[in-house]
């Protein structure tokens, strides 16, 4: 079966600093790969999704992910945090082999110090 | 559009009572999903829909759980008896098809089984 691997349950930056949150699947075709924010009390809302073509995508919020057949990764990147960002972070796949089931991560949550 | 809508946001019920969560998917959704979402197991997939067929429901805990999409704008998920162990947040989300596209999820139903 399908699975992802978002490493790091917790993760915290500085304000204005990098952010990357780690996401890894295990498939040996390419699945469909999405990246969903949840901020506190509310559902999830897609930040960004990878279908085909161009593998570096750009979400909302300054956000962007990078598809990477060889590492079996797609992870997530903003080149400086603001507050705003902190949220829970979940990665997701369609796996194309089982009639586009969808898996979700366990989440990563990311706090962004002042 | 207004979204996905669920009802109650919040319910609070003693064990043993029957609990009913609602689900107003987007207009023109063909696939409804019902997720359970706990700090133990995460995010977990419940059952969806596809025009208002029940097609996979492997993620049902057990026969306390059901879930009916009568028409194409409604569903609903029941509990019955409800345990303790059933407090959790449910997600019901809508999307167009089934694994490339955008998954929209509503606020959600914060259950609490006293």
């Known amino acids: 079966a399908q699975s992802v691997t978002q490493l790091g349950s917790h993760v915290s930056v500085s304000e204005g600093a990098l952010v990357l949150l780690r996401c890894n699947y295990s498939?040996?075709?390419?699945?469909?790969l999405f990246w969903y924010v949840q901020y506190p009390n509310q559902g999830l809302q897609l930040l960004l999704k990878?279908?085909?073509?161009?593998?570096l995508v750009k979400g909302i919020n300054g956000f962007e992910a990078e598809f990477k057949k060889s590492e079996t990764s797609f992870h997530l990147t903003k080149p400086s945090a603001h507050m705003s960002d902190a949220a829970e972070y979940f990665c997701?796949?369609?796996?194309?082999?089982?009639?586009?089931?969808?898996?979700f991560g366990t989440g990563t949550s990311l706090t962004v110090i002042p | 559009d207004a979204g996905v809508i669920q009802s109650p946001r919040h319910e609070v019920t003693e064990m043993g009572q029957e609990v009913t969560l609602r689900c107003k998917p987007i207009?023109?959704?063909?696939?409804l999903f019902w997720y359970r979402q706990t700090m133990m197991r995460g995010l977990e997939l419940l059952i969806y829909?596809?025009?208002?067929?029940?097609?996979?429901d492997s993620g049902m805990p057990e026969d306390r759980f059901s879930a009916k999409m009568p028409n194409a704008s409604f569903s609903n998920l029941k509990i019955q008896p409800s345990e303790p162990r059933d407090s959790a947040v449910y997600f019901c989300?809508?999307?167009?098809?089934?694994?490339?596209?955008?998954?929209?999820f509503g606020p959600g139903t914060r259950l609490t089984v006293l």
């Open positions: 207009s023109g959704h063909d696939y």
């Open positions: 829909f596809n025009n208002n067929v029940p097609i996979d």
């Open positions: 498939s040996s075709v390419p699945p469909y």
């Open positions: 989300a809508s999307s167009r098809d089934r694994g490339t596209g955008e998954q929209f």
């Open positions: 990878y279908t085909t073509g161009a593998t």
């Open positions: 997701a796949v369609s796996d194309r082999r089982t009639g586009n089931q969808f898996y």
